[in-house]
Nanobody, 123 residues
Framework: HVQLVESGGGSVQTGGSLTLACVVS????????LGWFRQAPGRNREGVAI???????RKADSTLGRFTISRDKVKNTLYLQMDSLRPDDTAMYYC??????????????????WGQGTQVTVS
């Protein structure tokens, strides 16, 4: 069983930056595919950025050049550095994990474990 706890959300102005963190526990961090997803009010949850256990990365087109995903195996933590934030980035951001370590899917249905989310608001 995997537990995920996000932090780092908040309110920023357009063009600002935030770094989200997700502490992963309960399973082998190094053999897990991890990702960030977001859901705005009235919209479906969507993939933001994924990193598999061998360092493969996939990001949504809307985040290219602005968001950076990384993982620290010592701290068992996944990060999402978000720069040049825009109002349409406003959403609840979720960390997710799956035991299929090779995955690079942006489909939320491909992930089994989820955190509670952290709110990001850009105005």
């Amino acid at each position: 069983h995997v537990q995920l706890v996000e932090s780092g959300g908040g309110s920023v102005q357009t063009g600002g930056s935030l770094t989200l963190a997700c502490v992963v526990s309960g399973d082998t961090f190094g053999n897990t595919c991890l990702g960030w997803f977001r859901q705005a009010p009235g919209r479906n949850r969507e993939g933001v950025a994924i990193m598999n256990s061998v360092g493969g990365i996939r990001k949504a087109d809307s985040t290219l050049g602005r968001f950076t995903i990384s993982r620290d195996k010592v701290k068992n933590t996944l990060y999402l550095q978000m720069d040049s934030l825009r109002p349409d980035d406003t959403a609840m951001y979720y960390c997710a994990a799956d035991a299929d370590w090779w995955k690079l899917s942006l489909d939320p249905a491909a992930f089994r474990y989820w955190g509670q989310g952290t709110q990001v608001t850009v105005s």
